[in-house]
């Protein structure tokens, strides 16, 4: 498979919670002008940000066969064994259209869509960019302890994903002219779009683009793919998903019972399995939809990742694999304390023994069991040097153990006795 192709640069437009434009989810690199400023939807549009310069000359880059720096996390993945976000559809008709400066004459069919990052959930793997709840913790959290929030800004990475603003919130899709222009261009031009938030579902504007598109009479040609966190759901769906060529809910669930409430706090594992519900009448009754279960897997669950499939399954009612499936399992990259490459090897090892125990019971799931012997293999893998383990180790015992302090709920100690324990032993 070429390691320079992605068919996104021909039919795919990412619209990132900032308002900027990227080649798609994978990358962390805006979309820029010849002067090197980001293109946002404040001060450009969708057209002319499809075939800017910069997006061009990587066209011709890919077609040239040359490496794009913005695709290395997907190679990444690819070679630890995992699916990436990367398609390889279309490459000669692709290249066949594309004029000799890079230019392509047709829009995107496809789109992912941020509406900003006004969330309701402060989940452990994720960041103020992705949740607006997230900076206001840690920064209500320096007000009495500014060391530990210096510590937090110098990690970055480490224990939150890229560490800036803590007090940030994007907001732009409630400017009237900016939510004109999008919901435009998706009636005029997208057949399958993805929304993600912050949580989507929390958001007016978002149902506001189902009115536009249902008016305008293009709902019955459109794929919805919703990534949510199940914590709410508007009854309206009722009326415009079955409208729907077809829709997808990704369901962000990454544990049972007190582990997803933990992980994605504050969460509520029972209204969660409430709306499942909800959705799979729906699904039930009109036959057009589907839901994809998405746990992200690290440190705080792996362990459970065996019983969350058997739920998931369970869950499905004997049509896993056709109207319910679950991604491709990837695990949590970053921030680093969340990735399991971290954990003490022991712990490591007795958590894959115990997942190795379950394989008979995914045999017969393509969607699972190629993904779910690479967990395994990679539990068994030191990835990391013992020096980087240890410190990253130390790092995740202080930040959650602040978290767990100022949230006065369940700690990651009570829930992982045997984490804790091998954690404990590691680092003193």
């Not at 480490?158 to 907001?171: A, G, P």
């Not at 009636?187 to 958001?203: C, D, R």
């Not at 362990?303 to 004997?318: K, N, R, V």
Request: glycine fraction near 4%; charged fraction near 25%; include cysteine.
């Amino acid at each position: 498979m070429s390691k320079t192709y992605c068919s996104k640069l021909w039919d795919h437009q990412y619209i990132h919670m900032s308002g900027s434009f990227r080649f798609c989810c994978a990358t962390n690199d805006n979309i820029n002008d010849s002067k090197n400023n980001r293109y946002n939807i404040n001060n450009t549009s969708m057209e002319h940000v499809w075939n800017s310069e910069h997006v061009r000359n990587t066209r011709l880059k890919m077609i040239a066969g040359q490496q794009i720096p913005e695709c290395i996390k997907c190679v990444e993945q690819e070679s630890r064994g995992y699916k990436s976000m990367r398609s390889t559809a279309n490459k000669k008709i692709n290249y066949d259209n594309t004029d000799k400066n890079g230019t392509v004459l047709t829009m995107p069919n496809t789109m992912e869509l941020h509406y900003g990052n006004v969330c309701n959930l402060k989940c452990r793997m994720c960041s103020q960019n992705y949740s607006n709840q997230i900076g206001k913790e840690l920064l209500e959290i320096g007000n009495n302890d500014p060391e530990f929030l210096q510590w937090v800004i110098k990690q970055s990475g480490n224990v939150n994903n890229w560490t800036n603003n803590l007090s940030v919130e994007y907001k732009w899709f409630e400017n009237e002219k900016n939510k004109k222009k999008l919901n435009d261009f998706i009636n005029k031009n997208i057949s399958q779009l993805t929304v993600i938030g912050g949580e989507p579902t929390i958001i007016p504007e978002f149902y506001e683009l189902f009115e536009h598109c249902d008016k305008n009479g293009t709902l019955g040609k459109k794929q919805f793919t919703i990534v949510t966190n199940l914590t709410n759901i508007n009854h309206k769906m009722t009326k415009w998903l079955p409208k729907l060529k077809n829709w997808t809910i990704w369901a962000s669930l990454d544990g049972i019972g007190e582990r997803t409430e933990y992980i994605r706090y504050p969460s509520n594992f029972e209204k969660i399995k409430e709306n499942l519900n909800f959705y799979k009448l729906i699904l039930r009754q009109h036959k057009n939809g589907k839901i994809v279960f998405s746990p992200a897997i690290q440190l705080l669950n792996i362990d459970q990742l065996d019983e969350m499939l058997e739920w998931f399954i369970d869950f499905s009612e004997g049509e896993f694999g056709t109207k319910f499936d679950v991604s491709w399992m990837a695990q949590v990259w970053y921030p680093k304390i969340c990735n399991y490459d971290i954990a003490p090897k022991e712990y490591r090892l007795k958590i894959a023994d115990k997942l190795e125990q379950k394989i008979h019971l995914f045999e017969k799931h393509k969607s699972i069991i190629s993904f779910y012997k690479n967990q395994i293999q990679n539990l068994r893998t030191d990835m990391l040097d013992k020096k980087t383990e240890k410190y990253l180790q130390e790092c995740f015992i202080k930040y959650n153990d602040k978290l767990d302090i100022y949230r006065g709920k369940i700690t990651w100690r009570q829930l992982l006795p045997a984490l804790e324990k091998c954690l404990i032993d590691e680092t003193t």
